[in-house]
C-alpha cells in the first residue's frame, strides 16, 4: 500500500518550524548552555576577574573540604531548607483547603493571600520585615501588650533564621495556588459519597484529598526545596548573614567569593557543588517518593 503523499499548498518549507523555534535556541546556547560549561571550567582555575585564568584543576574543589566558611554555609542553608520546606507545604495546603469553599466573595480572598508572592522580598518588603523584628519594633511591643519579654531577634542565630523562615513561608501564594487548582480538579461526588457513608473531614482529607494530591505534593516539595537551597536575598538584606553566620546561606558565600573577594574561580567551584547537591537532593525525594506517586 502507498503512502499517501500531501501536498503543500502554501509552500512551507520544512525548516520554517526550525526557523520560528531559532530565537529560543540561540538564546539557550548563548544565555545558558555557553555560561554553564564556562562556570565548570572556570572552577578548575584561579581567577580573580580581572587577569588571565590560572588552570589549576580540582584545587577549588579540594579547597572547600577544609574550608570553615563553606561547610558552616551548607548546613546553614540546609537546615534553613528542612524548616522552611515542610512548613509552607502545610500551611499552602490548609490555606488552599480553606479557600476551596464555595463562598461569595471567595475570588477576593484567594488575591489577598496571593498577594505577598506578588511583593516577594524586595526593598519594601524587607525594610517593613527589619521593622517588625527591631528592639521595640511592632512585634516587640506586641509581646509586651500580652505581658511576655521583648525577644533579641537579631541577636540570636536561632531567632534571626526564625525571621527569614517566616518571611519565606509568608510568601506561601504560589504554592497554594498549585494546591488550590488540584483541589478543585477533585470530583466533589467523591466527598458526597462520602459524606453518605458517615465519613467526616478528615477521614475524606486523609483517604481522598492527600491520595489525590500526590503528584502536585511532590512538585511543590521540588520546587520550594530548589527555591529554599538557593535562598540568598533574604539572608543578604536583612540579615547580613549574622550573627555568627547563623544566616549565611551557600548563595552568599557565592556572592562574596566573587564580588567582595574577587575570587572567581572558587565561586563558581562552589556553585556547581551547590548545583549537584541540589541534584542529589531531588533525585533522592523523587526515588523515595516514586512508589507513592503512582
Known sequence: MKARRYNNPVGVSRFTGLLLISPFIVGFLLFTLYPFICSFALGLTDYDGIHAPEFIGADNFRKMSADDRFIKAVKVTLKYALILVPLKLVVSLMTALLLNAEIKGMGVYRTIFYIPSILGANLSVVIMWQYLFTANGLVDQFL????????????????????????????????????????????????????????????????????????????NLVLQTISALQEFNAPYMITGGGPLRSTYTVGMLIYDEMFTYHNAGYANAVSWVLFVMIAVVVGVMHLVSRGERK
Do not use: K
Open 144 to 219: 509586651e501588650m500580652i505581658g511576655l519579654s521583648p525577644v533579641s531577634w537579631y541577636g540570636s542565630p536561632n531567632n534571626a533564621l526564625f525571621i527569614l523562615v517566616l518571611l519565606r513561608l509568608w510568601e506561601f501564594g504560589s504554592t497554594m495556588l498549585i494546591f488550590l487548582t488540584a483541589l478543585r480538579d477533585i470530583p466533589t461526588e467523591q466527598y458526597e459519597a462520602a459524606r453518605v457513608d458517615g465519613c467526616g473531614f478528615w477521614r475524606g482529607f486523609l483517604h481522598i484529598t492527600l491520595p489525590q494530591l500526590r503528584g502536585v505534593m511532590f512538585i
